[in-house]
């Protein structure tokens, strides 16, 4: 077997098409020889090493080789699939936020159980939990599981902060089917496409004042940092405290009037669209504009998705960084949500488009986020 590894690693980058190594790794597992599938991609991981990134038939035949790994039911599986990973992870994370989406769309819970006693690093496990939470499993109820998610020794890790069930706010969340060969996903939802709010033209609109902060700007945009730091995207992200309480019907106006970069030129030729939008809807947009990605990447995946959507929807809201989220799911629940949108020469009018803002109980403060990315 060893040297039938060796001559796939050696001709590799010399092929037009790697289909027939593909082909290999089918049969292979087909035989139950899941343990092949990973011997080659440790192999092809330490032949190329920093290189492998600029070379396409091994970034096509490692993806090959975990997606199938990881999508197949089967013995062992997942034991070759979480060595495959633990032997070629990313220092980075993102191959563990990877090959933990793929296990939890695929496997069962208590398959999954042997990640948090054999080959998988920490990262993984934390991300494995949500990516399992996310789709509605038991995960303190799964034996070898349970204890690892109640312990408290992982608390420090960012992930730590989000429940182990799944909120009322976050319902069913959208999330992604993969297979040997490929996958699908939702693109994140137009918010303004909602229930029209009509303005009045002769509706009181309070005087604003400006308050964004660097800190409150970044965790607006939580959810969408990743279409601008890896894709085309563009942001803005702000708040503002109201001199009066701000009606429904003033949304609108109030909207057209804080000088917003994305509204520039909505208005009397421009239409602007104004949808009330609740929260489970708002927390939705958000995590497919995080989990997904924009245009040009495949954004964080579904845990760190699932925590940059609470982050955005805290800061939306008003919450502290770092409150429980049962606190920010009330908030929320408090505050008036709205999706906008409008045909200006800011938003790319693409597929990516987003447009929300939260006006807070007592109506003296709103928050917006909006983004926009193109292929």
């Known amino acids: 077997m060893a040297d039938r590894i060796q001559k796939i690693v050696t001709k590799l980058p010399d092929l037009k098409s790697v289909t027939d190594v593909w082909k290999v790794a089918d049969r292979s597992l087909a035989r139950g020889d899941a343990a092949f599938l990973a011997d080659l991609g440790i192999a092809l ?44 992870g990313a220092a980075d994370g993102k191959l563990d936020r990877y090959a933990a989406s793929l296990l939890a769309s695929s496997q069962p819970a208590k398959e999954l159980a042997v990640a948090f006693t054999g080959h998988a690093t920490e990262e993984l496990r934390a991300c494995l939990v949500h990516e399992l939470v996310l789709r509605g499993a038991g995960v303190m109820e799964t034996p ?31 999330l992604p089917s993969y297979g040997a060969r490929g996958g699908s996903h939702s693109m994140p939802y137009d918010p303004s496409a909602g ?58 106006s109030m909207l057209l009037g804080l000088g917003l970069e994305c509204l520039k030129g909505a208005g009397k030729k421009t239409a602007l669209s104004v949808a009330a939008c609740p929260p489970d809807q708002a927390w939705r947009v958000l995590f497919a504009a995080a989990s997904t990605g924009g245009a ?12 940059a959507a609470w982050q955005s929807l805290a ?61």
């Open 45 to 88: 991981a330490g032949a190329y090493g920093s290189d492998a990134g600029r070379i396409w038939q091994y970034r096509s035949v490692f993806d090959y080789l975990l997606r199938l790994l990881a999508t197949t039911s089967g013995p062992g599986n997942v034991a070759q699939a979480l060595r495959l990973v633990s032997s070629a």
């Open 144 to 174: 070898g599981i349970a204890g690892w998610a109640m312990s408290p020794h992982w608390r420090h890790h960012p992930l730590g902060w989000l429940p182990l069930a799944l909120s009322d706010v976050e319902g069913q969340p959208d």
């Open 195 to 252: 229930s029209k709010v009509r303005g009045d033209a002769g509706a009181h609109v309070p005087s604003a004042e400006e308050t964004t902060t660097e800190a409150a700007a970044k965790g607006i945009g939580a959810a969408v940092a990743n279409w601008a730091e890896e894709s085309n995207g563009r942001i803005e992200a702000r708040v503002f405290d109201l001199a009066a309480p701000l009606e429904a019907e003033s949304v609108p």
């Open 296 to 307: 040009y990447n495949s954004g964080i995946r579904g845990a760190y998705g699932r925590l």
């Open 315 to 375: 800061s939306l809201s008003g919450i502290a960084e770092g409150d429980p989220v049962e606190e920010v799911e009330a908030r929320a629940r408090e505050c008036a949500w709205y999706g906008f949108g409008a045909e200006t020469k800011w938003f790319e009018r693409v597929a990516w488009d987003i447009g929300l803002a939260a006006v807070s109980p007592e109506r003296r403060r709103l928050a917006m986020l909006a983004a926009t990315d193109t292929d």
